[in-house]
C-alpha cells in the first residue's frame, strides 16, 4: 500500500438521487455498451423513465467495485488493440522534475499501479480521424452515436423540433456512421489517447449535444492529491463532460496520473505549465526539448488532448500593448515572455509538425489555446485577438494533415454584442473545427459571481454553435475552485450547455423540461426534484420551507399555500375549454350539415323539423 | 410605542464596503439632490472615484438618521404640495378584512405613524405623464436625468460607444427634457405615487439604464413584518430599483404600510392578491366592489405601481387548455377562475377605464400582468400568451387616454431562440410602452439555481430592449426566497441588467468594468473588491485561499502563485512594443523621406550618401 498521507481519498458515490445507472448496447456492435442515466418517475405520470446523459462512469453503479489505488477498468482496451497497430514499449523514466524536484516527505505518492504505455507502431496513425477518413466506424464513434440519441427512439413520438441552429445540423438520430463523417471533416472531435483506457468515448462537435468542461489541479499555494481526484469524480457526477488538470505546483506527473487512472472522462492539460515548472519557472530557459520531452511524458500517460498556444506567434505581441489587461492567458504569457526574450518565434509555432507527429502515435487532440484571449470587456475582439485566431486556423489545417484531432479554445471576456462575431469568425477561419470557449464573461464587475457572468454568455455562443464550454466558478478571479464551487461551475455550465442545445433545436433536449414541466403541473415533488440538474439541492431548498414529509405530496407549495393555487385552476379551464369544444363541434356539425344543404337560406317548410 | 413583538427590525444601515454616499445636485434646480455613491480607488490608481447608480436610500449614509417606526423622510413632498392639484382627504377606513381578519396576537402592528392620504383636487390629473405632455419638466424629471448620468461627464473622455441597441436611442447624455419627452410619449416611466413621498425617484425605459425588481412578501405558511422590511432595505442596498410586495397571508395592509413607510424605490403589489383574501380565498366570490376598494386602499397606502391582469379574457382561457402547465400566474389564474365561474368577461377589463380614473388620481402606474405567460418551455410563444399581449396594447392606448402610466409584463419560461419575438411583439403591439419582464428562464431543468437559467433569459431580453428585469431567486418554484436568496438574486439580476446596458452601449456603462479590469491588471486587490457588485463576497472568496492581509497588497493570486504571474508579463510587452514602435517610426521616417524624393527608385549618386 503506498502512502497514504497525501492519499486519503473521500470520494462520492452512488447513484444520483431518483435515478439508476443503465447500460445500453448498440445493436450494431455488442462489445458497445453505453451507460445512461435513468430517473424514474412516480407511477401516476404514467411515463417513460427519462434518460439523461451521464459522465460519471462507474461512480454512480453500486454494482461497480472503485478502488482509487488500482483506477478504473480499461474499458476500451480490447477495442485499441483490437486494431493492432499499437505496441507496448518501455516508456520514458520517470524524472525528479517531473514533479517540481520534491523529495522525500513533499513528495506525493506514486500511483501503485505501473503500466508500460502504447503507442503506435512504426508508420502507423492512430487517431479516430485517421480511421474515420479511412471509412472506418470504430466502436468508440458506434459508442457515441449511442450516447448521443439518449434513448431518444424510446420518445420519438414527441420529437416536435424548433430552434435557430446557425447552419447547425443535428440529424433526428445519430448514427456511427454519422459520428465518422463529423470526424473525417474535422468538425467533431472524439478525444481518448490510447493510453487512457479508462475514459468513456464521448464527442465535441457542433452537430452534438453540447458539452462542458470543468477545470481542476493545485497550485504553488494550495490542495493535495486526495482533493483533486475528489474534484475529478465529483465534477463528472454533475456533468462534466472533459476534466482539464491545470496542476502548476509540485508534484504535477503524480498527481496526474492518480487523476487519469481513475477518470472516465477525457483529460486536459497544458504543458507549457508542467515545462515551466521543470525550468524552475523562468520563461526564456524553456526550449523545445524540455518541452517535447513533457508532450511525451504525458502522451505516456494517457492525457486526451492539450491545450498549445501555438497562435502566439513573435508579430503579434506587441498588439497587446495597449490592451487594459494585456496577455491573461497563463500560457499566452509565458509563450509571449519566451519570444521577447529570444526575439524569436515561437518554438511551439515553429516545431508544430514534429508536434503533429508525437500526438498522432497516441491520439491526443490539440486544444489550439487562445494566449491572446481578452480578459476584460474592453479589450474584446481586437486585433490580437483575431489575428490569433486566424494563426490557430492555418494550424489546423497542418494538423489534419496528419489527422490529428484539432479543437480551437476562445474567450474569455466578450460583451454580448460581440459574442456572435466570435462564433463567426472562428468557424471561417478554422474551417468548422469545433469552438471551446470559456466563457464568455460578458461584464467585469462581478467577481464572486463570474459563473453566472459568463453563463449568460456561454449560452449565447453555445447557441451560436460553440461545441464544448469551459466552466467558470464562483472563485474565478479570486481564488482555486474547492469542492462546493466545482460543483456550482458544473451545474451553471450544464443549465448554459442545455439552454443552447434547446435553442439549436436539438431533437432530444427538451424531453427532459417536458417531463420536469409535467411533474411540477401535477405536484409530483420527488419527480420535480429528480429531473432536475441537482436533486439535493432542489429537495433541500423545498424544505428550507416546508420541510414535513407530507408537503412532498402537498398539492401546493409555500408560494401561494394550501388555500389557492393557481396549478388547480387549470383542471377548470380543461373542464371549460372541453365543454366549449364539445359545443363547437356541435356548431361546427350544424354548420356542415348547412353547408350539405347548399346556400338556401331558407328550408322548404316540411325540412325544418328534421333538420332540428 | 408599538408592539414589537412582531416587529424586532434588524436591518443594515452604512456605507458599501470601499464607497460613500455622495449627492449631485442639479445645476437646474437647486431642490434635486441626488444620491450616488461614489467608489473610491487606491491613490496610485491616480483616477477619479467611480460614481455608481444608487438604490439604497438613507440606509447607506452614515449621517441619516433611520428609525423603522418613524419611515424615512419626506423627499418630494414639496415637490407634490408645490404643483397645488393635490389635497388632503380623510381616506377609506381601514377594515379587518384588510389584515385578513386577524385578530389579538395575531394582528400584527399598525405603523405607528398616521398620514392623511393625499389625491388629485377633484378633475384634476397627477401623473408625471399628464405633466410630461402638457411640457412640464417636474423634479422628479430633473432628478431622474441627473441619476442616469452617473456623473458620467467627469468621464466625458472615456466616452466611447459601442453595442447594437435593436432601436433603442440612449442620448450621450440624460436632461430633464429628454426623460419628460420619453414619458410623454409613453416610452418611459416614472412611478410615484404621491402618497410614498419617500420614494425617490427613477424611470423604467428602453433608453436608460435597464432596471431590476426584487420581490418580497410574506405568504400564509410563512414570514413576518421585520423579515418583510429586512428584505426590502437589503434588496435596495445591493440594487433593487423596485420592489414588489407579493404578500398573500394575513397582515397584508400592516405589513405593507411598514415596507412602503421605509422604502426610498417604488413599491409595487397585485391587487388581486389582498382582494383574494378579503373574500378568503374563493375567486367566483370577487366582485369589482372589493377589487376597486383594495385599489383605493393601497392608492392611499403609496404604492406606486399596480399589477393587473386586465388582458385574461374570458375567450382567451380555453386557448391554455393543452399546455403542458397551463395558467401559472397567481393573478392570471384567479381572473380565469372568476370568468369561468360566472361565464363572463374579467371585470377587470370591463372596468378599465374606471381603474384608469382611480390610478390618475394618485399617480399611479399600470403594471399590465401576463396572466397567460407560459411557464415552462413547452409554452412559450404560443396564442395565448400572445392574444392577452394584443390586448395589453390595447389597454395601454386606453390608460394613456388618461395619462395614466404603463408598462407590460412579460414572460417567464422562453427558450432562447424565442426571445427576440417576445421583444419584437411586445414592442410592435404595445406601442413602445416599457417591458418588464420576469427572466425569462430558458430551461426548466435546473431548479434552485434558476436565479442562473433566467439570467440568460434576462441578460438577452434586457439587451433587446427590455427596460426592467425582475428577479428570479434560486428558491424559484421551491420556496420562498429568505434574505440570503434576496441578496443573490438581486447581484445576478444587476449583472444581467448591466451586461444588457453594456451590449446596448449605453455610454456610462463600461466605466466601471474598465476601472475594475485596470484594478485587476494592477493588482489592486482592494479597488477590485471595492468596484465589484459584491465587494463582501469577493473579498472573502479572496481570503479563502489567500487570507493573509499582505496578499491584498500582493503582486499574484492564488491561481498561480508567486513565481509566475500572466500579469507581470504585460510590462516587458509593453517596453517591447515602445522599443518596436519608435523602430518603426524610424523606419516609417525614412519611408516618407523617400517619398517625398519622388517615386525615382535610383537617386542620383551624389544623393545617396544624403538619404542616409
Redesign the interface.
Known sequence: MPDTANTDFKITTGPISGSKKVYVRSENDPSVRVPMREIHLHPTANEVPVRVYDTSGPYTDPTAEIDIYKGLPELRKEWILARGDVEEYEGRDMKPEDNGNVEDKYLAPEFPVKKRPLKAKEGMNVTQMHYARKGIVTPEMEFVAVRENLGRKIQAEKLER???SFGAEIPDYITGEFVRSEIARGRAVLVNNVNHPESEPQIIGRNFLVKINANIGN????SSIAEEVDKMVWATRWGADTVMDLS??RNIHNTREWIIRNSPVPIGTVPIYQA?EKVD?I?EDLTWEIYRDTLIEQCEQGVDYFTIHAGVRLPF??L???????????G???M??WC?AHHKESFLYTHFEDICKILKQYDVAFSLGDGLRP????DANDEAQFAELRTLGELTKIAWEHDVQVFIEGPG?V????IKENMEEQLKHCHEAPFYTLGPL????????D???S??GA??IG?YGTAMLCYVT??E????P?RDDVKEGV??YK??A???D????HPAS?I???A???A??EFRWED??N????PD??R???D???PKEAHKVAHF????????C??K??Q???D???K??EAETGMKQMSEEFAKRGADLYLPADEVEAAE
Open positions: 424548433s430552434g435557430e497550485s504553488a499555494v494550495s502548476t505546483g515551466l519557472g520563461a505581441i506587441h497587446t500593448a495597449k490592451r487594459v489587461t494585456g496577455i491573461v492567458s497563463r499566452g504569457s509565458i509571449a515572455k521577447l480578459g476584460s470587456i474592453a471576456h460583451p454580448m454584442h460581440k460578458t461584464t467585469d464587475i462581478a467577481p464572486g459571481y459563473h453566472i457572468t453563463a449568460i449560452a449565447q447557441w464562483p472563485k478571479h479570486l481564488g482555486l474547492d451545474i451553471t443549465l448554459a442545455h439552454a443552447a434547446l435553442a439549436k433545436g427538451q427532459r423540461d417536458d420536469l414541466s409535467r411540477r403541473f420535480q426534484f429531473l432536475s440538474l441537482d439541492r432542489a433541500d431548498f423545498h428550507q420551507t416546508l407549495c409555500s408560494m401561494c399555500g394550501p388555500k389557492f393557481s396549478m385552476i387549470t377548470d379551464v380543461r371549460y375549454a372541453a366549449k369544444e
